[in-house]
C-alpha cells in the first residue's frame, strides 16, 4: 500500500514571506513521529512519503495516488489539516488517518474529517491500522513502554528539506506547568538509554548531517543521564555544529553539566524564563524561582551556551510592565534569542479548561492558537494591548544596536541571524498595525473590535 504522511501548516506559514524570516530563526528539519511510522510501515512492506508543508508547498493532486493519507496535527495546523483530509476524502475518495497532539485532545472534533483517529503514540498500531486490521473509529493507542525498541526516523523517506536532523531521546517531562501540552501527551515520562541514542547520532554522522537538535522536551530533566549521553558525544567524536535542546533553569545549578554541553555542542538552547514576577511563575506551576532564572542567565554566559529565552505573555498574573522587565532582562543577560510567546490555552491543558469555564476564550479558530495571536481575554490588559505587547517585545529586543552585539560576542553567522530578525520583526510590526485597523476579517482586526468593545 502506499501511505504518505504530511505535517501541514497553517496558512500564514505557507506564506513566502514567513518562510524568509522562519528561515532566520532556524534550520529546516522534521517533526520524528512521521519518520519512525514511515520506518515501521516501510519495514512491514509498504511504500512511504513524508512531506513538510512548513518548508515546500504541496499540491494535493501530485500525492494523490496515495492510499492512505496520513496527517499529523497541532492545533494551529488543524484546520489546514481538516482542509487536505476533505480533499483526499470527498474529491479522491481516499482513506485518511488523523493523529498528534490536537487530534489526541479533541478525538471527536478530527473525526469528523478523517476515517479513524488515532489517541497517543502509534507505534504499537500503525501496521494493524493501515493494513485494516484496527476497527474502530478513535483508537487509543497506548504509550510505548520501552523507547529503545522504537526504529530511528528514516529520512528517506523525506520529500521535503531538511538540514538538520531531530532527535527525541526521551518522551515527556517530570513536571506539570499549566499550559504544557507535551508533558501530558507524552505521559508518562520516559526516556531512552544512552547507548541507543549514540547509535541514532553515529547514523546522523554517517549520513553527513552537520547539525541535529535534541528536541526532547526537556533534555536535562535526568542530569546524570544528559551527561553520561554528552560524554559518550565526545567520547566518540559525535559532536556535531551547532546542536539545539530544550532545557530548564536548573540545569546552571551543575557546573559539570554544563561544561559537558559547551564540550559536546549542546550550545543553543531555549529555557522557558516565563516571567520574572514570582506569582506568575507559582500560578503556572513552574516550580522555578527569579534567582533560578538570574543564576541561570549568568551562567549560561560563563559558558558561552546561547540563551534563547523564552517569555510567555499574558499571564493572569502579570502587568505590561512585567512583560516588559522580562524583556529587559532577557536584553541584559545578552540572550542570543528572545521568544516571546503569548499564553496559548491549547486544549488538553488545565490552563484550557480554566479559561473555557471562566467564558474567556475570545477565538476558536484553532490556526492562530500559535503562541503569537492573543486567542483568550487577559486579566490586566486587553486583548488588543496584549497583542500590541508581543510585537514591542520583539521590536524591543530584536534591534539593529543589539545586532552589533551579537556579532561581537557570538561571531557573524549569530550576528546575521539577528539582523534578519530584527527586520523581519519590523515587517511583522508594520504588517500587525496595517491590518488591524483598516482590514475587516483578520485577527488583528478582530482583536481591535473586541478591545474596543470592552
Ligand atoms: C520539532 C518541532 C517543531 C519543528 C518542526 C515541526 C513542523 N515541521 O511542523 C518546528 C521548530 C519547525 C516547529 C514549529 C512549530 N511548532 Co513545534 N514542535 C516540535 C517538537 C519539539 C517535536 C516534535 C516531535 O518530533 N515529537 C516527537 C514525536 C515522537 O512525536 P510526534 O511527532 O507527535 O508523533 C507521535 C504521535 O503524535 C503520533 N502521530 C504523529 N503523527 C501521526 C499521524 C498519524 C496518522 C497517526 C496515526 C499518529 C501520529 O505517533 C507518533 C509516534 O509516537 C514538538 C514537541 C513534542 N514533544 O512533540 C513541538 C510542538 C509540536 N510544536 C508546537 C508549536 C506551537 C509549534 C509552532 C506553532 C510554533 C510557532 N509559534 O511557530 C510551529 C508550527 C509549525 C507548523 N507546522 O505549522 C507545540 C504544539 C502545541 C499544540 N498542542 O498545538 C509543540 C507540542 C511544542 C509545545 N510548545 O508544546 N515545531
Ligand atoms: S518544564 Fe517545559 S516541558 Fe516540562 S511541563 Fe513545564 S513547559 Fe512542559
Not at 493523529?99 to 474529517?113: F, N, Q, T, V, W
Not at 539545539?244 to 559537558?260: N, Y
Not at 479548561?353 to 476558536?364: G, H, M, V, Y
Not at 517585545?393 to 530578525?421: C, D, P, Q
Amino acid at each position: 500500500m502506499k501511505v504518505v504522511f504530511v505535517t501541514p501548516a497553517a496558512d500564514i506559514r505557507r506564506n513566502s514571506i514567513y518562510r524568509i524570516g522562519g528561515s532566520f530563526y532556524g534550520r529546516s528539519n522534521s517533526i520524528t513521529g512521521p519518520l519512525i511510522l514511515g520506518r515501521i510501515l516501510k519495514e512491514a512492506g509498504h511504500e512511504v512519503e513524508v512531506y513538510e508543508e512548513l518548508y515546500q508547498d504541496l499540491q494535493p493532486e501530485n500525492i494523490k495516488d496515495a492510499d492512505v493519507l496520513c496527517l499529523y496535527t497541532m492545533t494551529s495546523n488543524a484546520p489546514r489539516a481538516y482542509e487536505l483530509a476533505n480533499i483526499f476524502k470527498e474529491e479522491y475518495k481516499k482513506r485518511v488517518i488523523i493523529g498528534g497532539m490536537h487530534a489526541s485532545a479533541l478525538p471527536e472534533e478530527a473525526i469528523k474529517y478523517a476515517d479513524q483517529v488515532v489517541i497517543g503514540e502509534a507505534e504499537n498500531i500503525i501496521v494493524d491500522l493501515i493494513e485494516g486490521n484496527v476497527k474502530g473509529k478513535i483508537v487509543y493507542s497506548p504509550p510505548v513502554e520501552d523507547l529503545d525498541t522504537i526504529p530511528f526516523p528514516d529520512y528517506s523517506i523525506l520529500k521535503t528539506p531538511c538540514q538538520v536532523a531531530n532527535l527525541m531521546t526521551s518522551r515527556g517531562c517530570p513536571f506539570e506547568c499549566i499550559f504544557c501540552t507535551t508533558s501530558r501527551l507524552f505521559h508518562p515520562y520516559r526516556y531512552r538509554t544512552p547507548d541507543n541514542v549514540i547509535e541514532e547520532l553515529e547514523m546522523y554522522k554517517k549520513m553527513g548531517f552537520k547539525y541535529v537538535n535534541f528536541e526532547d522536551d526537556n533534555f536535562t530533566a535526568n542530569k546524570n543521564r544528559a551527561k553520561e549521553i554528552l560524554r559518550k558525544m565526545i567520547d566518540n567524536d559525535l559532536v556535531f555544529g551547532e546542536t539545539f535542546f530544550f532545557g530548564r533553569t536548573d540545569l546552571a545549578r551543575d557546573e559539570e553539566l554544563l561544561a559537558l554541553l559547551r564540550d559536546a555542542h549542546l550550545n543553543r538552547v531555549l529555557i522557558g524564563i516565563e516571567s520574572l514576577n514570582q506569582d506568575s511563575l507559582d500560578y503556572i506551576d513552574k516550580k522555578q524561582k527569579i534567582e533560578d532564572i538570574e543564576y541561570c542567565g549568568e551562567m549560561l554566559e560563563k559558558y558561552k551556551i546561547r540563551l534563547i529565552a523564552s517569555i510567555v505573555l499574558g499571564i493572569d498574573y502579570d502587568t505590561k510592565e512585567d512583560i516588559r522587565k522580562a524583556v529587559e532582562f532577557s536584553k541584559k543577560i545578552n540572550a542570543y534569542q528572545l521568544q516571546p510567546a503569548i499564553l496559548t490555552p491549547y486544549p488538553g491543558t488545565p490552563l484550557y479548561e480554566q479559561l473555557e469555564k471562566e467564558n474567556r476564550l475570545l477565538i476558536k479558530d484553532w490556526e492562530y492558537y500559535d503562541m503569537m495571536n492573543v486567542v483568550f481575554e487577559p486579566k490586566n490588559m486587553t486583548a488588543w494591548e496584549l497583542e500590541a505587547e508581543f510585537f514591542k517585545a520583539v521590536n524591543e529586543f530584536y534591534s539593529f544596536s543589539g545586532a552589533m552585539k551579537m556579532f561581537k560576542i557570538f561571531g557573524f553567522e549569530a550576528g546575521m541571524r539577528r539582523l534578519g530578525l530584527w527586520i523581519a520583526g519590523k515587517f511583522g510590526k508594520t504588517f500587525f498595525k496595517k491590518k488591524s485597523k483598516k482590514e475587516d476579517g483578520n485577527i488583528y482586526n478582530e482583536l481591535y473590535e473586541l478591545s474596543f468593545e470592552s
